[in-house]
């Protein structure tokens, strides 16, 4: 995996248009196949040698795929523990190098053989409103997986590929299997896919005013609150008192983060 050092340059200038427009500061791929080879790159050379020499990259494909169970978008932000738990090590990495905030979309295709394609996004720490960026915008990070994947189609054949250890092949092979059974029958991914983090507890128990989705409603469609108390015809200061009661209400401590798990209350 070392050789794919390599390659940081190219992955780096490749995502330079992507992180000036969407504000994420870092990029990483994940290509696996149903037989355990596997290969990983990445925007940031430091941040994937650490992944190397911590072991990461070995066991990547079975964290990848308990964590990420079905193909669709994942916010990590808002991802119930019990399933973030198995990469831990990977988010703790991201943020010593202050990353966080991070977007991901899992990806199975047909080739010669299934192949699973997982493109993560990371911006810093700092970009509490990132989140609102990944979901008001999943048109253009599936684009770019496109792009992404016609971009290192030349260097493909030539990327040195790991194999799944001997001793992780049942675990990996039933984990895959469930994955691909999953995405067969998946119905269309939409919105209500990337809110999975909505509890069932949240969806009983919290319970929103009708002023709060107003406010919520015209944040989602990307004004500020200057401009939603301008609509609405109220003081700045009362939209900003309603989202620190929302705050309360959902455990959150940014705004993109409330527009999430509220996304389903609410009647777009």
């Known amino acids: 995996m070392q050789n794919l050092l390599n390659y940081a340059d190219l992955v780096n200038d490749t995502c330079k248009p ?3 427009i969407t504000g994420a500061s870092h990029f990483s791929y994940v290509e696996m196949d149903q037989n355990g080879n596997y290969f990983w790159l990445g ?3 430091a941040y994937f040698e650490k992944c190397i020499h911590q072991q990461l990259v070995n066991d990547a494909p079975l964290s990848i795929l308990k964590t990420y169970p079905k193909p669709g978008f ?3 932000d808002v991802y119930p523990v019990e399933l973030k738990q198995y990469s831990m090590p990977v988010l703790s990495l991201l943020n010593h190098f202050d990353y966080g905030h991070s977007f991901r979309i899992l990806e199975i295709t047909q080739q ?3 192949v699973l394609k997982l493109y993560s996004y990371d911006a810093p720490l700092e970009r509490q409103d990132v989140n609102h960026t990944y979901i008001n915008n999943l048109d253009i990070f599936k684009k770019f997986n496109g792009y992404f994947d016609n971009k290192i189609a030349a260097i493909r054949k ?3 590929k790991n194999k799944i250890e001997k001793t992780k092949r049942c675990e990996f092979n039933q984990l895959i299997k469930l994955s691909i059974e999953q995405q067969e029958n998946a ?3 939409n919105l209500t896919d ?4 909505q509890s069932r507890e949240t969806k009983k128990s919290v319970l929103m005013t009708p002023r709060e989705k107003e406010i919520l409603f015209w944040y989602i469609k990307g004004k500020t609150a200057e401009e939603t108390a301008s609509i609405l015809k109220i003081s700045r200061r009362t939209i900003e008192r309603h989202f620190e009661n929302m705050r309360e209400k959902f455990g959150c401590f940014s705004k993109s983060q409330i527009a999430l798990k509220a996304m389903n209350e609410m009647e777009m």
């Not at 990337?194 to 983090?197: A, T, V, Y």
């Open 18 to 20: 992507l992180f000036k």
């Open 112 to 114: 010669t053989q299934r």
């Open 74 to 76: 994942y916010l990590i």
């Open 194 to 197: 990337l809110c999975l983090m």
């Open 158 to 160: 030539n990327l040195c």
């Open 187 to 189: 119905e269309q991914f």
């Open 43 to 45: 925007s940031n050379d």
